[in-house]
């Protein structure tokens, strides 16, 4: 099952009871992002306590994750916080891709409870698809649709269920999209991460208790147009570029982004929703996809 919420997200909105829970000295937003997060804790809750008490949780691997970093725009549309990273929702630093995210239920073994993951290397959320097709008895998961690439997804039960403390991931494109104002691309590879573009000029450092104030800050920050090299595992916050000390290393992660970048697929946005298709593609499967009109342009 895929349970989606809509909080923490717009409209910046929660009900009183959650708002009675924060100091009224805060600063509006700061207060009703609080609120929506207490909201959201509520339903997670409602959900593991439903599959407790009906004997499902015992068999059950619970995934919890943001699908981005939080969007920080003070004076709207969002007043979300990203402390210490770098940077939010729109853009390939830290703070718009290194999220938060958990697993729990019955099927995780009791001498995971508490550890925190990876050891060594990082993930994707595209890891998912392969980890439950995999947990599923359906190892392949390659129902790759006419002219789409093969998967990118890696299966982490291995690493989740304590059989090897590294994550099978040691490279991912974050991002590769021309937009008038040229390329923002990112690749994370090992300890590195290459960063390219003005990365939607929002490539702030949020302090820790943000925002403190009503007033809207300008979007300005820089990015990175001659492209900026971290190590993000000892420089999580990205405030050293590399770039200078490490040339190689840089041109060689620029020369494997361009390489990858050739590769970017994008399915057709513009097609209409086909049930009829999912629903004949469904005959022969125990799962349904997101289905545009004709094979092609399957959504993956």
């Known amino acids: 099952m895929f349970l989606a919420f809509t909080v923490t997200h717009s409209p910046i909105e929660a009900p009183q009871r959650f708002l009675d829970l924060y100091p009224k000295s805060w600063v509006d937003g700061r207060r009703t992002y609080a609120a929506m997060a207490s909201a959201l804790d509520e339903a997670v809750g409602n959900v593991t306590t439903a599959l407790k008490s009906t004997g499902m949780w015992d068999n059950t691997l619970l995934l919890f994750s943001s699908d981005n970093g939080g969007p920080s725009l003070v004076g709207g549309p969002s007043y979300a916080n990203n402390f210490p990273l770098r940077g939010g929702k729109g853009n390939a630093f830290e703070g718009g891709v290194r999220v938060c995210a ?3 239920g019955g099927l995780l073994p009791k001498s ?36 789409a690439p093969s998967l990118d997804s890696l299966n982490l039960w291995p690493m989740l269920s304590g059989h090897t403390d590294v994550s099978p991931r040691t490279e991912t494109l974050l991002e590769y999209r021309q937009s008038k104002k040229g390329l923002d691309a990112a690749l994370r590879s090992g300890d590195w991460k290459l960063i390219l573009g003005e990365q939607s ?5 949020w302090g820790p208790e943000y925002p403190n104030s009503t007033a809207k800050l300008p979007m300005t920050a820089p990015g990175c ?3 900026c090299l971290f190590n993000v595992t000892a420089d999580s916050t ?5 770039s200078a000390d490490f040339p190689k290393v840089k041109a060689s992660l620029t020369s494997r982004l361009e390489a990858l970048g050739k590769t970017v697929f994008q399915s057709d946005l513009g097609g209409k929703m086909d049930l009829e298709g999912a629903q004949a593609a469904a005959k022969d499967a125990d799962w349904w996809c997101p289905w545009l009109d004709g094979a092609k342009d399957l959504l993956v």
Do not use: I
Request: net charge negative; hydrophobic share 30%.
């Open 225 to 227: 147009p001659q492209g």
């Open 238 to 242: 990205e405030h050293m570029d590399l």
């Open 201 to 205: 000029g929002t490539g702030y450092w």
């Open 102 to 104: 958990a697993v729990s």
């Open 112 to 147: 995971q409870w508490g550890r925190q993951l990876p050891a060594k290397g990082h993930t994707h959320f595209a890891d998912v698809y392969s980890t439950f097709c995999n947990l599923a008895g359906h190892s392949a998961c390659e129902d790759s649709p006419q002219n």
